[in-house]
Structures are given as structure tokens and as C-alpha cells.
């Protein structure tokens, strides 16, 4: 009872990786809490085939709902599984991944038990607080941490009366973390006809198609990024022509997205992946909270910027002044020299 809960995305036999990062959160959470870490898979001849993905991370109890009709991911079943069980075990946190399927299933189990939700979390924090309007105070809260008013403030937001308290997270902004191989967690395979009833399966996937990344941004070692400064669609082949030489991969900051300059899926930050490459180069990139927000646990931050004021140099390990079209060249012929 009053535990934290983690539902984990599959695709088949495979845990997704945001889940795997929202357990190792979770593990801390439920440390600070004094409580279990519990965690909800749903598939189809998943049981006995992902514990070794799951408990490994601290799992205390994993939930599976294992039968037909429950994988591919449609709403109403999984909505029917997680709300139900929510009923019965009265979680006072669920965490889910910010992607397709937990911006679809998020808000359905939260509406379902007026429990609210914030969507696209980069941190999660417990506290109290203090309701000045009502003198009341409450202890372990869960502070549900994200960028607002597109990306200007960084807002904290509580829960304080309803459960659980609901927060979805993107991939990459948290990390996975392996806590022990041999975990002694609990398998409980719930009886799926208790929870979902025979009505909630009238969607049926018919066919289904999953189209493969464009880019590896989430695991490359050397990030090349642009932003408003590059100044045009065509100034980013400057950036491709290095990352050519460096073997990495070019990202972009919301800035240049919406400029055009490039396509969507290439853009970092909160609206964007999350990336932690060992080497981040930001050229033309002012540094909004937005943006920062996706590349801010990066090994190495170099920032080519004629703004020596821009916010990024702050955070940036080296700092170099100059256009993306003064200094790109140079690095460019630089590494093609020594790199032979």
C-alpha cells in the first residue's frame, strides 16, 4: 500500500529504456519514502521472458499481465489494467515514460482517478510543503520538476491532496542504473480477466508498422548541435560536414526546428531528446532552459557563439568566440589534417 509504482513500456519481449531509467528513480524515491518500489508490465507471453529487465533495477513486487490482446499497446485495456490496479493498491506515486504511449495512457488512468498529472518531468524530488492559503502542511510530496511558459521558469509542481500523484518523464532525462543482478523481487501474475474486462478489447491491430530512428543522438558519443544562429537550412551542412570528421551525430535546438533549418526529430531539450554525449559542440545555440534542460549532464560542453554573453557559455567547458562561419571551416580542415 501507498508504494511507487512504475509502469514499464514493452515493445515484444523488450523493456523500453525510459522505463528502465524510472526504475532506477524510482528505487531512490522509494528509498527516501521508506516504502516499495513496484513496477506493471502488460503484454502477451511476456511472463518468464522480462523479470531479468526489470528486477534487476529494485523491483520489490512486478505486476504482469500476461494474454491476448494485450500486445501491440492499445488504450483501453491497459488503461482497464493500471486503473484497477491502482483501486487496489492504493500506489502514492506512478511513473511513466513521456512518449507515445505513456502521453496516451497517462492522462486516461489519471483521469479515471482524478489523481492530475505533469507530462515531460526533468527532475522528481520528495518534500514538504506548506499551504499558506490553508496552514496546511504536508510531508513526501513529490516534487514534479519541469521547464514552464516555454522553457523561461522552471516550475515546481505538487500534488498534495490526491493519489497517486502522476508524472511522466522523457527518455534519457533520467539514468539506468543496474542496482543488483540477483534482486529478490516478487512476481505476482495477475489474473488479467479481474482486471480488464472482455469489453474493453474491441480495438484490434490489424497491422503495424514501426519506422526505425533517423538519428542516433541518444547514443552518440559526439553531439554536433545547431541553433537560431547558424543562421539557415544551408549553414547546417556546415555542422554535417563536421560531424562527418568527428563520426558524430547533429542535433538541433528548438530555435532552429522551428526556423527550418532542420527536421524535428533532431531537436534536444525538453520538447526533444535527451542526449549525454561525452563531447557537445553548441554552435549558435543561446542556452534557454528549454534547450539546457537536454544536453546539461554532457561531458564536455564546447560553445562556438559571437555572443559572448549567450547563457550556454555559462554552463560551457570552452568557450569559443566567433560565427559558425568563422570557426566551423577551421575545426573542419583541423581534424581532416589530423585525422589521417
Known sequence: MNNVFVYCELEGLQVAEVSQELLTKGRKLANTLGVQLEAVAIGTGIAGKIEGQILPYGVDVLHIFDAEGLSPYTSKPHTAALVNLFKQEQPQICLMGADVVGRDLGPRVSSALHSGLTADCTALEIGPHEDKKTGKSYENLLYQIRPAFGGNIVATIINPENRPQMATVRSGVMKAEVLDANYPGKVVLEDVAKFIPATEYVTKVIERHVEAAKNNLKGAPIVVAGGYGVGSKDGFG??????????????????????????????????????RPKVYIACGISGAIQHVAGMKDSGIIISINSDESAPINQIADYVINGTVEEVLPKMIKYYKQNSK
Open 238 to 275: 556546415l555542422l554535417y560536414q563536421l560531424a562527418k570528421v568527428l563520426h558524430a551525430e547533429v542535433g538541433a535546438s528548438r530555435a532552429a526546428v522551428d526556423a527550418g533549418f532542420c527536421d524535428h526529430d533532431m531537436q534536444i531539450g525538453q520538447t526533444g531528446v535527451t542526449v
